[in-house]
């Protein structure tokens, strides 16, 4: 095989934003928390399960946007070590970890459906975020105590 051929990278952008040494398997998840779909415009580029440094990874790659914080919270949620790089003229400017907050609302649903966050009522969703190194990220209900810490990709508001 060509050292050409090995080598093959996606192109570079010219202004956005690159989400990189996201926890493998997460990329859609990482464009659904974006919003971005079919009708998103804007060059997107992807890679999922490269081998990087630290082992597999996914690498996201979007032109012509700059991340919220609600944006960049709820990336931190599942994939608490992915790397925040903004991207000028073809450059990064400015690169950054995700930070995982220690509370959140309204940002993931209690998958515990006896919770009052699930109800009728006017409540938005509140959990305490807490990090291990066994465990990864756990979300705790405030309200009934509920874990959470699996699939919080899928229960994402």
Known sequence: MSERKR??????????????????????????????????RATVSFVMNASGARGKKDVVKIEGKELSVKELNRIALISPKATI??????????????????YV???VR????????????????KF???QSEEEGVSLHCLYCEHVISEEIAENLL
């Open 128 to 130: 305490s975020v807490l």
């Open 7 to 40: 080598d093959l990278k996606i192109q570079a952008i010219e202004n956005g934003t690159v989400i990189d040494h996201i926890k493998a398997g997460e990329a859609l998840n990482v464009l659904r928390i974006l919003g971005i779909s079919s009708a998103f």
């Open 110 to 125: 209690c998958t515990n459906s006896n919770c009052i966050s699930n109800s009728s009522e006017p409540i938005k969703s």
């Open 85 to 102: 790089n903004i991207i000028r003229d073809f450059e990064v400017v400015q690169k950054n970890n995700v930070v995982l907050p220690s």
């Open 105 to 107: 609302e309204g940002v």
